[in-house]
């Protein structure tokens, strides 16, 4: 054999053993989970000292697996992390609330009867006495809808008491869209409508189905320290008072003012329904408010291209949880956060280290871990708002959150079910290995909405958020929603969303290889993925055009 012809050889086995696929080790997910989700990271909280140790943990991973720096230019050169800062904001000293009709006050217990959020208008206290309650059914200014829930009602020193959800929810037909969520039926949106009306404030009524979830994951997410991006004007998003209420107490208030709860909300479902003011019922709150701006991380770590190294394919997963709250029945403080979401940082890394192993790829790879979703999207907010990387010039987003810790299923979800191209090119490409899409099955939980992907759908850029399947090699779809049901019931947002030694991963490694797929066919591809020519993203999408030629 000549020379020439073996080194050709010698070369091309070279290139096929490099260009194998990498393979996901569920040891290394497991451990990540553990680690990450231990109590000596307290939760994972921002601005605390379980922030620092996971950030450092992230950093050493991604150093390890071989990864350049993704991070804020320092001197000229990148570091491994993005400043994020945030407002922080909790209630300090005491805290009193308390319903009067008239003939006798009642006080409320935070965190059983109602769930205050520490005010972020800016305000160092809330002290207010008698402030009327007006009920504004969805709490719904849609023109393009022709809808208006607040018929001209002046709500300026009222409390607005507000239905979660769009008023299709229940019927599941309208003009909503049915039982899919919009974002009018988001808390978020609530809360921004009634301080663009000048509020008081908005309390939403606890229902668990249109909420999606029950009392114990609004009561942990909103008594505890809350975080905003931080605002040249805070009192035009948030009124003095943003809270929750729970439906029987609802109930009750309503029927002390000669008003039938069931009835109204009926009304409210129709283009016809008008506020209501909860005549003799008043409710009065003191406490004060500590109001500060700390500095969180994002953690960004970066595969450059060999041929288009200024295009970008993105992975994103949070780090943060919940950190240290109120005792559950067992009297446990720390928010673990084991499936929420240490499994989507788990597989960050896993598939940090898969791309570290390869060749490079064409088009640059960026894993970014941002901070702050469980307070609102924040940290995927902020770098959507000062990006390290051109939006116009990021090919897409695959985000990670809340994985499968068991074997595999037959199937896989998406956080809501916008209809976009990278989304086509997932479910072809998970065909390879016999795994078929399955639609957002609760579309009205607006899930869509509610991970690190939206806030770049938004300003255009495509964007998914990966769910695991339900329909498990293992037991079907019986075994997978039975699974899911528990852990939202009895863990999600609780104590109780800890690690586990009988957590196989094995599902996960798989998923893993699927969107390994993805991602590197996007980095070799010339191919802008693009929305659908209905999308509500699409427009902004197509204003950076300029910018991918």
């Known amino acids: 054999m000549k020379k020439a012809t073996l080194v050709l050889l010698v070369s091309a086995a070279a290139t096929a053993t490099a260009a194998a696929p990498p393979k996901f080790d569920v040891q290394r997910l497991s451990q990540d989970v553990k680690v990450l989700s231990s109590d000596e990271f307290e939760g994972r909280a921002p601005n605390t000292a379980g922030e620092v140790k996971t950030v450092d943990y992230i950093v050493a991973q991604f150093k390890a697996a071989g990864l350049k720096p993704g991070g804020d230019l320092v001197n000229g050169k ?10 922080r904001f909790e209630i300090k000293g005491p805290l009193t609330l308390s319903v009067n009709d008239g003939k006798k006050s009642q006080a409320l217990v935070q965190g059983d009867d ?6 972020m208008n800016g305000a160092k206290s809330v002290d207010f006495k008698n402030a009327p309650l007006v009920f504004v059914g969805y709490g719904v200014s849609a023109p393009e809808r022709k809808w208006d829930d607040f018929k001209g009602m002046d709500l300026k020193g009222k409390l607005a008491i507000v239905l979660i959800n769009d008023p299709d929810f229940e019927t599941g037909k309208g003009e909503f869209g049915g039982k899919a969520m919009t974002y009018y039926g988001r808390w978020t949106y609530k809360y921004e409508e009634m301080a663009r009306r000048g509020a008081l404030g908005t309390i939403i009524v606890h229902e668990t ?7 114990p994951t609004v009561k942990n997410s909103n008594t505890n320290v809350m975080y905003d991006i931080v605002r040249k004007e805070p009192a035009k998003a948030h009124a003095p008072v943003e809270a929750w209420i729970q439906r029987d107490l609802t109930v009750d208030l309503f029927k002390r003012a000669g008003l039938d709860f069931e009835a109204l909300k009926k009304t409210a479902q129709t283009h016809a329904f008008k506020p209501v003011e909860l005549k003799g019922v008043t409710l009065s709150a003191s406490y004060a408010v500590d109001a500060q701006v700390i500095t969180s991380k994002n953690v960004a770590a970066l595969v450059e291209g060999s041929e288009r190294p200024k295009q ?10 919940l950190g240290v709250g109120l005792a559950d029945a067992k009297g446990d403080t720390i928010y673990n956060g084991a499936i929420d979401n240490a499994t989507g940082i788990a597989a960050l890394l896993e ?6 192993k390869q060749p490079a790829p064409k088009r640059s790879v960026v894993f970014l871990a941002v901070t702050a979703e469980e307070r609102g999207l924040l940290g995927s907010e902020y770098y959507s708002s ?15 959150d809340a994985l499968g810790v068991y074997g595999p299923a037959r199937n896989f979800s998406t956080s809501g079910s916008a209809k976009l191209d990278l989304l086509d090119q997932l479910v072809a490409k998970a065909k390879r290995w016999k795994v078929t899409y399955s639609p957002d099955p609760n579309p009205e939980a607006g899930h869509f909405f509610r991970s690190d992907h939206f806030p770049f759908a938004k300003r255009g850029v495509p964007a998914i958020s990966f769910e695991s399947g339900e329909d498990w090699i293992d037991g079907g779809v019986k075994a997978g929603q039975a699974w899911k049901e528990a852990y939202n019931t009895d863990n999600y947002h609780q104590p109780s969303d800890q690690w586990s030694a009988k957590w196989t991963f094995t599902g996960l490694a798989r998923d893993l290889e699927i969107l390994y797929a993805l991602g590197s066919d996007l980095a070799a591809s010339t191919a802008w993925p693009g929305w659908a020519k209905d999308s509500e993203f699409r427009a902004k999408r197509d204003e950076s055009a300029a910018e991918r030629k």
């Open 386 to 400: 000062n990006p390290l990387y051109p939006l116009g010039s990021t090919v897409g987003v695959i985000n990670m």
């Open 114 to 119: 109602i769930a205050v959020r520490a005010a």
């Open 312 to 321: 970008y394919v993105m992975y994103s997963a949070h780090w943060d949880h």
């Open 209 to 215: 189905a249109p909420a999606s979830y029950g009392w």
């Open 351 to 356: 598939l940090a280290r898969g791309y570290g």
């Open 78 to 87: 990148r570091g491994w992390t993005q400043d994020v800062p945030l407002g």
